[in-house]
């Protein structure tokens, strides 16, 4: 593939740059990002520190264990980001975040790109996000060591629906979460594996039933597993109806 015009682009503020691009340099998006389709530049939040020992954190007021990410060294490391890249929202890693779903990854990546900001320690500073339009984002209900293999689930969710990452388009409109509901499931071959065969509407060669199968599949999986999905699914279908 030939480098292209329009290069979905990341800036990644972190005190481990040598953790980017790591898995993202493998497979389909090390490929996107060699061929263009993204990019990734990182900020080494370290680099802003001023003492001799180069602290990026100190103890909490208050108390407490752990340590806090200071606000004057991430403060400027922010606006390092921000010089080089003033189009791109700003997220902040953060399990206090909203959760992230297919829809936000969506928009994120159809916009220009993003600049991810993560935590280590207890987190940051709560006056640096107050100083900055800071999304915070969570990846789910369950707390990381640091931002970093959050923002790299973040990042691989928004690359793979780059122009060109993926081979086909097709494959992505059918996935989990894009019509409201869970993906149905899916054989190869062998047809007969361990005396398990494939159902038979699939290789019936019926396109229509094949695909009411599908939907009908998707729907009882999500019905089962996801309650919440399934009522804004059925809400919306409802909705439609009328
Ligand atoms: N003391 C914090 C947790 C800090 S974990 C609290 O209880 O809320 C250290 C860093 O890991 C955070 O600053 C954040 O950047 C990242 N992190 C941890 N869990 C995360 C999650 N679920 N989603 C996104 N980032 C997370």
Known sequence: MTKRDTTWRTVILTIFPEMFPGPLGLSLAGQGLRDGAWSLETVDIREFATDKHRSVDDAPFGGGPGMVMRPDVVDAAIREAKA??????????????????????????????????????????????????????????????????????????C???????????????????EGGLLEYPHYTRPQDWQGRVVPDVLTSGHHENIRAWRMAQAESITRERRPDLWAGYAGEQTRENV
């Open 84 to 157: 080089k890249a003033p189009d791109l929202p700003l997220v902040y890693l953060s399990p206090r975040g909203k959760k992230l779903d297919q829809s936000r990854v969506r928009q994120l990546a159809d916009g220009p790109g993003v600049c991810l900001l993560c935590g280590r320690f207890e987190g940051l500073d709560e006056r640096v996000l107050d100083a900055h339009d800071i999304e915070e984002i969570s990846i789910g209900d369950f707390v990381l060591s640091g931002g970093e293999p959050a923002a790299i689930t973040l990042l691989d969710a």
């Open 159 to 177: 690359v793979r629906l780059q122009d060109g990452v993926m081979g086909k388009a097709d494959s992505l409109s059918e996935e989990s979460f």
